[in-house]
Structures are given as C-alpha cells and as structure tokens.
Nanobody, 120 residues
Framework: QVQLVESGGGSVQPGGSLGLSCAAS????????MGWHRQVPGKERELVAV???????NYADSVKGRFTISKDNDKNTVNLQMNSLKAEDTAVYYC??????????????WGQGTQVTVSS
C-alpha cells in the first residue's frame, strides 16, 4: 500500500515562511509525478507545485517566485518551501503522487493533508 504523509504545516504571519515535507512509503523515483495541491473550503483543490511525468516542475502562477519544490531521493521525501506567505495561501496542503502499474494503469495517491494558516 502506497502512503504519503505530510508534515510541517502550521500558522505563520504574512511575509513569513514555512516548509512542508511529504514522506512516501515507496521510492519517490517510482512515482511518475509528485507534488503539492491545496484546497480551501468551498473551492476545488488546486495545483501548487509538481514534478511532472517529463521531469520538469510546474508552479501555480500565484506561487511562482515564492514557493520552491524539491525532492530528496535518499529520504524519500518531496518538500515545499514557502516564502513570503500571504493570507490567500491559507489552505489545507495535500501531497500528491502518481504511479503506473505494470499494466499501464495510472494510480493517484494523496496524503491526509496539513493545514497552513497565514494570519496576523
């Protein structure tokens, strides 16, 4: 069973920084894509940052220049460094990963989510 476990959420003032980490129960190199999404109540879950199937990184326009996604193959973690945080970054952040089966079926996996609150 594939598990993704987030850590590092919390509360911070506007302009502050937080780092999130996602620990995977499988080698992260076995995932075709991994990244972070976020969701606020009443809205759809949105992509924040991701390592794509092709190996590139994509960021939501709203976080470009402020957030950085990285991965640590030795620790099997995907991390999100969030700087210059704004109130509108407040959300539950979810780690995401996708893997293909031997038969070519793509399976998507989600962590349980971690709350990030930006408030003065």
């Amino acid at each position: 069973q594939v598990q993704l476990v987030e850590s590092g959420g919390g509360s911070v003032q506007p302009g502050g920084s937080l780092g999130l980490s996602c620990a995977a129960s499988r080698r992260i190199s076995s995932f075709s894509a991994m990244g972070w999404h976020r969701q606020v109540p009443g809205k759809e879950r949105e992509l924040v940052a991701v390592f794509t199937d092709s190996g590139s990184t994509n960021y939501a326009d709203s976080v470009k220049g402020r957030f950085t996604i990285s991965k640590d193959n030795d620790k099997n973690t995907v991390n999100l460094q969030m700087n210059s945080l704004k109130a509108e970054d407040t959300a539950v952040y979810y780690c995401y990963g996708s893997r293909y089966t031997v038969g070519g079926i793509r399976n998507n996996y989600w962590g349980q989510g971690t709350q990030v609150t930006v408030s003065s």
